[in-house]
């Protein structure tokens, strides 16, 4: 099978991640797409994240009815913090049969070169990027083994919906409706807006 892997931390998912996720389903000749979830990502502060097992279950309840699009946890039996590289030297070994792509936004395909061994990364496998708002993807989307996609912008981000949370207001249609009532719970000690 060929599966576009969609690493991050998910802190929390939200719906511009599953439109991206099934973009590429649809765009790029995908059978599956991995949620990779990231216990640490080492480019990211780890002061702001939701514990790794909450991440992951938020995560597993925005998919539940997505045939295609399934939750990894299979970076958190791996040294902290996460680096994609060794995660794909280990997924290579374990799913011998499957053919892996990278998902990625095209501001983080520009930095790419602030990753741990990018080389063997951009020599191995091939990257499906789409276009976000400032950033063309540098360099790195003149290589071969890069494709760009124009998928629908969404300009909806993780901090922005702790943010909304924080400030007691209504985080309704920015993610699937089981994931916003589990955040509701999570956070309703603090009195939340209801939505």
């Known amino acids: ?4 892997l969609y690493f991050g931390s998910f802190n929390p998912i939200h719906n511009g991640h599953l439109i991206i996720a099934q973009f590429m389903l649809n765009q790029a000749g995908l059978d599956e797409v991995w949620i990779m979830v990231s216990p640490q990502n080492p480019l990211k502060s780890k002061n702001d994240l939701y514990p790794e097992n909450i991440r992951l279950e938020i995560a597993e309840i925005a998919v539940e009815n997505c045939e295609k699009i399934k939750v990894s946890n ?3 039996s791996m040294p902290r913090p996460s680096y994609t590289a060794d995660t794909l ?3 290579v070994k374990k799913f011998p049969q499957h053919q892996f792509e990278l998902i ?3 501001d983080t395909l520009q930095h790419l070169d602030k990753w741990k061994d990018y080389e063997f990364i951009l020599i191995n496998f091939k990257i499906l990027s789409y276009l976000r708002d400032g950033f063309t993807g540098g360099e790195f989307a003149k290589n071969q ?5 124009k998928a629908p912008s ?5 901090t922005y919906i702790r943010g909304l949370l924080r400030m007691k207001k209504s985080i309704k ?6 994931v916003k009532d589990y955040l509701l ?6 009195n939340l807006v209801s939505v």
């Open 173 to 178: 249609f920015l993610v699937p409706d089981r």
């Open 74 to 76: 299979f970076e958190f």
């Open 89 to 91: 030297k280990k997924l």
């Open 154 to 158: 969404i300009q909806l981000s993780s």
């Open 185 to 190: 719970s999570m956070h309703n000690h603090q």
């Open 1 to 4: 099978m060929k599966i576009g």
């Open 104 to 106: 990625m936004g095209s």
């Open 145 to 149: 083994k890069v494709k760009i996609y």
